[in-house]
């Protein structure tokens, strides 16, 4: 029984990925589009608001 599932998932798979119908509802976006955004970033731990939780050292990496 399980060689008939894994024989009839395999070739599900194989049809499935040579399916050359395209979605209708696909979006075609051009590639020279740019997208911006804006991060905030709020700092509220410290050792002052977690006195318990707080590392000693604690600090950001150069990323953030």
Known sequence: MRSIFLTLAGALLAVSGC????NPMAVRVPADLVASYTVTFNSTWSAATHPLDFPTSAHFSGLI
């Open 19 to 22: 399916s050359r119908a395209r």
